[in-house]
């Protein structure tokens, strides 16, 4: 197998590549909102800012040029002309409206009239005639604005037809009399959009002939011209000659291109037939075919055969390719979704393609055969290589992939990225076999350089780093290394937090402690403990910071063997052996009932311990209350492991977070249960047997809640739902849930309490403050 | 008694016109003037539901070949799609309202439509007050349009976690619109599983007998009207808890595939217009493939695009009404989607009129 013996090489290839250039490295990959796809091909390192807006997206909200981009043109525009600096931000309320601090509570007119030129060095003849201008503009406003009122069928109110009348004639005599060049034509702009905007189509079209098209140099502003011309066009039927001057919109004025690229909407042959007439050049053609094969809608193939015959190997045929290279990505390794890595891999190991049916095998394999000829014709356009190189990887021709991208040696600037990712992602799919210590080294490298990333954040919107990552825990999920899965998978010290359990944890803490750990299995920890320090500086001292990973570890472990009484002295032990910062002072003191909970209420009785000097007292109770069966300890160990759960207000004992959502971390009420049941058994005298009692109660309920979310549909449950303060007007689910309570035998210790200890002081306080008794009584 | 039993010999004559849509436009049209003469002779027992007819476009001007329809059918109440309701940004946002272009539309009772997208009970709109803006807006176009309409039409294919918001929509409208009968689209999933998906609080319901395939498989026969899907949603004698009247479709698209995917409908896209298209070759009953790129209906097709053109036909129309015989229920108004200039092409015109009749056949 050709790509057997080879797969060694590959590391050469990569080495080479990392030797080279690599401090160059500094953009990030592609911002993807939705998280759609995985993109080894990232068109943001391939092509200037220029062509971003035609990069593909998946996400249907964020069509390319969907940004307006003409404001700050037309700002600097106005900049020009007036010679001399203008504040910015007041002339750019009285342009765009624009919410500006300070000049909330100012109309636009007032700051036309007496504030925007205040203390300016701008001649006065320019301030004057401005003035005028704008003053006028904001008055055609009225005309030309969109309804205001969403909800409103008429719309905003336009002006009547006398007011609109009164307003050409206006423009009509300020364009005559006006001097200054710049205003003269944006004057000349007003008048044309108030005979569109009053429904006078022909007029407003023979007015651009006779104003705007015998201009021979065109401003911004005659643009914007063209840009109304166009559509005028259209809405008479001159199809062919409106989307002609919206291509020539598109390609002379970039402050209009989001409008022409959209308003170049062409929907039929003749129209299409029409336009490609009007065209002057070849270059003016291969754009038709550039704005429309990068289309969302549009296969590019077609198009790109046509700019190819019309400009030969131009920069819109490598978008284009891009484009369409992105859509498979796009459309077939979308794995966050319903297709998990492991059915990828299936297919590649089956020999099958990454693509998900023959249609797109059949497209790829069109677009691979007009890449091959692109690469065969242009050898030194590494563009080529990419394309050709990444198809065949696509197509499942991992061996012929390898050799394209390898024999090519190591592609200049930008490309060389690509190529390392796409090698990279090529020895993943393929290798079977573990990987070794030297390789795990190189990929540990690439993960920083390549996807320049040195402090290992991993969770970015460099999603092809993420599919590296993907494939390298799916590698490790095969070899049997589910510590080094999970960690690729992106695992983090605070999710494992959250939820730990005492299995992951020693294995964790045996990963930490096997001696000669790979750069990828430090890189790994680096990812999973934080980002504090870049990877140069963790991978500087390994031991170190390995040391920190592993106290943080044991911080953990402690926690569990507290859930434990009988591992509390182990806690205590282990607690001990970490540095002081991992102890700390407690808000409130464990030892502590309330006869209504409260996590987050600051208790009058503040505790003087810290979490270690606690376990150690828990740890003396529980070995007093063996001892000698003492009610009173074992009370105590019952609201100690009470308070310390999930429910309790010294959570921050045995838990990291408290989740707003669901129970998480240490919520099992039972042990504290246990040790109720005791101080009852032991207890010398009603009172105190009665509130042992009472406690019973309260975790023997909250043992029925943890039930009954785990039983209960998920989508059925809010958070405190069992809540009896979230239940003002909501009697009847009170009732459910006290009568399955009842039902399922969790309102046994009221019941106790009831029958045995209703003449108690404790009793008569417990039903005053407690509504939960006080309806259990009542019914 | 069956169908031939009760109209006699002329009547069956009829059936054979689900082959006419694939016959040319003049041979149709002779065709349609015989079979209309046949069918006169065929007359219910009970009285038939009135036709109407849905026009859903957003420039309401009636053409005279719709003109022609509406005549021939004595067609009185035309449902008007007065604006759609969808959400952008989170809020709730009226889109391609109604305008009246021309005065036509005084000659009928306005039925006012509006369509809202499930998605918009999805989001986090209060639905009292979007009641009340729809109800305003309406108000709006009626006034404009002098008009003073005594039914309004509500169409959302709610879902289990939109239904609750739905519902309460339309009980505030129906507030509003205290004095007027409300009434709203019924999906045939709505019909089958009330309990599960609720009925909503209105005065009748209108079960839309449409849209009823997979319209993302690419392999489906008919998504518009399969009456085979819609039998397992019927049994004999089912009930509803509102009257309900009756739509089924008058319309044709064609669903175009790209990379085994729906990419496209193209509204009023048929056969006969894929038959004359170069680019498009036919690889299967009512399927096509792209040869090579080309405009068609407004879309840009690539080549190797699947195309499958749909429309019902009279078979399946008839099959339709036996199949709504089954629910106990009478209907006082069928209704077509949609009057559209395109009609005259695909359906006979005396089509509407036999389809009430044969529902009020016994």
């Not at chain 2, 002779?30 to 007359?43: D, E, N, P």
Request: hydrophobic content about 40%; some cysteine.
């Amino acid at each position: 197998m050709l790509f057997r013996k080879t797969s060694h090489s590959i590391w050469l290839t990569a080495s080479l590549l990392l030797s080279v250039g690599v401090q160059s490295l500094s953009a990030c990959g592609p911002y993807e909102d939705s998280y759609h796809y995985f993109n080894l091909f990232v068109p943001e390192w391939l092509f200037s800012d220029e062509y971003e807006p035609t990069f593909y997206t998946a996400d249907d909200y964020y069509h390319i040029w969907a940004e307006a981009d003409y404001p700050d043109a037309n700002l600097q525009s106005w900049q020009q002309f007036f010679e001399q600096p203008l504040k910015e931000e007041p002339l750019r309320k009285v342009l765009y409206d624009s919410w500006i601090e300070g000049y909330e509570n100012v109309s636009r007119e007032v700051l036309v009239k007496s504030l925007l030129f205040e203390g300016s060095l701008i001649s006065i003849p320019r301030q004057e005639a401005s003035k005028q201008y704008l003053l006028l503009a904001l008055e055609m406003e009225a005309l030309a604005n969109r309804p205001t009122d969403t909800w409103g069928y008429q719309g905003q109110e336009k002006l009547s037809p006398e007011a609109a009348a009164d307003l050409i004639q206006r423009l009509k005599e300020a364009l005559e009399r006006e001097k200054f060049p710049f205003l003269k034509n944006r004057y000349a702009f007003q008048l044309l959009k108030a005979y569109r905007y009053t429904g006078q189509a022909q007029e407003a079209i023979q007015f651009y002939k006779k104003y705007f098209a015998p201009l021979k140099q065109k401003d911004l502003i005659s643009y914007w011209a063209m840009d109304h011309y166009a559509g005028l066009l259209l809405q008479t039927g001159a199809n062919g000659e409106g989307y002609y001057h919206f291509l020539k919109v598109f390609e002379q004025a970039p402050s209009r291109r989001h409008s022409a690229y959209y308003s170049f909407n062409i929907s039929t042959e003749e129209d299409w037939a029409a336009t490609y007439k009007q065209c002057q050049n070849p270059k003016e053609k291969a754009l038709m075919h550039f704005i429309r094969g990068t289309r969302q809608e549009v296969l590019g193939l077609e198009d790109m055969r046509s700019i190819f015959g019309l400009m030969g190997n131009h920069e819109w045929l490598r978008i284009v390719m891009a484009r369409e290279i992105n859509k498979l990505e796009s459309n077939n390794l979308s794995y966050y979704g319903q297709q998990p890595i492991a059915q990828l891999m299936q297919r590649v190991d089956q020999g099958q393609s990454l693509l998900k049916n023959e249609e797109y095998e059949d497209y790829a394999g069109q677009l691979l055969r007009f890449a091959t000829t692109a690469y065969y014709n242009n050898r030194d356009d590494s563009f080529w290589v990419l394309a050709k190189g990444y198809l065949e990887l696509l197509l499942g021709r991992l061996p012929t992939a390898q050799i394209t991208l390898e024999q090519a040696g190591a592609l200049d600037g930008p490309h060389q990225r690509i190529q390392g990712e796409l090698l990279l992602a090529i020895q993943l799919l393929g290798q079977e076999e573990t990987l070794s210590k030297e390789q795990e080294n190189t990929i540990a490298l690439q993960l920083v350089e390549l996807f320049a990333d040195p402090m290992a954040n991993w969770s970015t919107q460099q999603n092809n780093q993420e599919f590296i990552l993907e494939l390298l825990a799916y590698r490790k999920r095969q070899a049997g290394e589910s510590i080094m899965a999970r960690l690729l998978a992106r695992e983090v010290l605070s999710s494992t937090k959250t939820d730990p359990t005492e299995s992951g944890v020693d294995s964790l803490l045996a990963f930490i402690n096997k001696p000669a750990h790979s750069e990828l299995e430090l890189l790994a920890l680096k990812h999973f403990t934080g980002n504090e320090s870049t990877w140069s500086a963790f991978v500087r001292n390994p031991e170190a910071a390995l040391s920190a990973v592993r106290y943080d570890v044991l911080d953990i472990k402690g926690r569990l063997l507290m859930r434990d009484p009988e591992q509390l002295e182990a806690a205590v032990a282990l607690f001990d052996s970490l540095p002081a910062s991992y102890d700390f002072p407690l808000k409130v003191n464990p030892f502590n009932m309330s006869i209504n909970d409260c996590v987050h209420c600051a208790y009058s009785t503040a505790a003087s311990f810290t979490r270690n000097t606690f376990v150690r007292k828990l740890a003396e109770i529980y070995q007093i209350a063996q001892e000698t069966n003492s009610p009173t300890d074992y009370y105590l160990l019952g609201n100690a492991y009470y308070n310390m759960t999930y429910f309790g207000p010294a959570y921050e004992i045995m838990n990291y977070y408290r989740s707003g959502v669901s129970y998480e971390g240490f919520y099992d009420c039972r042990v504290a249960l246990s040790f109720y049941d005791k101080a009852m058994k032991y207890a010398q005298d009603t009172e105190s047997a009665a509130q042992a009692c009472f406690m019973a109660a309260k975790a023997q309920q909250k043992v029925f809640y943890v039930k009954s979310l785990a039983e209960m549909d998920q989508a059925d449950y809010w958070y405190d739902k069992f809540i009896m303060d979230d239940w003002s007007g909501s009697t009847p689910n009170f009732e459910q849930v006290m009568g399955k309570m009842q039902v399922q035998g969790y309102l046994s210790y009221f019941k106790r309490l009831e029958e045995q200890y209703r003449q108690t002081r404790f009793f008569q306080r417990a039903i005053r403050e407690c509504n939960y008794l006080n309806y259990y009584v009542s019914q | 008694m069956n169908i031939a039993g009760r109209f006699g010999k002329t009547c069956n004559a009829f059936s054979w016109l689900r082959y006419v849509t694939a016959m040319s436009s003049n041979y149709l049209l002779l065709i349609t003037i015989f079979t209309a003469s046949l069918l006169t002779g065929c007359q219910p027992e009970a009285a038939s539901p009135a036709v109407s007819f849905y026009y859903w476009k957003s420039a309401f001007k009636l053409s005279p070949t719709e003109r022609e329809w509406l005549e021939a059918h004595k067609v009185e109440r035309l449902y008007v799609k007065y604006l759609d309701v969808d959400v952008e940004n989170g809020q709730a946002v009226p889109k391609a309202p109604v305008r009246f272009a021309d005065s036509t539309y005084k000659n009928f009772e306005i039925v006012p439509c509006v369509f809202i997208t499930n998605r918009t009970f999805q989001a986090a709109v209060n639905p009292e007050d979007l009641a009340e803006r729809v109800w305003k807006y309406l108000q709006e176009i009626n006034t404009a349009g002098h008009l003073s309409p005594t039914v309004y039409q509500l169409d959302c294919d709610w879902s289990p976690s939109t239904q609750a918001a739905y519902f309460r929509f339309l009980d505030r409208f129906r507030q509003l619109a205290e004095g007027h009968t409300l009434t709203a689209t019924i999906r045939l999933h709505q019909l089958r599983y009330p309990e599960q998906t609720g009925v909503p609080p209105v005065d009748r319901g209108v079960l839309m007998y449409y849209n009823m395939g997979d319209v993302q498989n690419v392999e489906e026969p008919n998504s518009i009207l399969n009456t085979q899907t819609a039998a397992h949603y019927l049994t004999t004698d089912m009930q509803y808890d509102l009257p309900l009247d009756y739509a089924l479709p008058m319309f044709s698209w064609v669903l175009a595939y790209r990379l085994g995917e729906l990419h496209a409908i193209i509204n009023q896209g048929t056969c006969q217009k894929l038959d004359t298209l170069a680019a498009a070759a036919a690889i299967g009953p009512n399927r096509y493939r792209m040869q090579q790129n080309a405009y068609f209906g407004n879309h840009y097709l690539n080549r190797g695009d699947q195309l499958r053109c749909e429309a019902p036909t009279v078979a399946d129309l008839e099959t339709a009404i036996d199949q709504l015989k089954q629910i106990d229920n009478h209907c006082e108004h069928l209704l077509f989607y949609h009057l559209d200039e395109n009609l005259s092409n695909a359906f006979p015109k005396n089509l509407p009129q036999h389809l009430a009749d044969r529902l009020a056949t016994p």
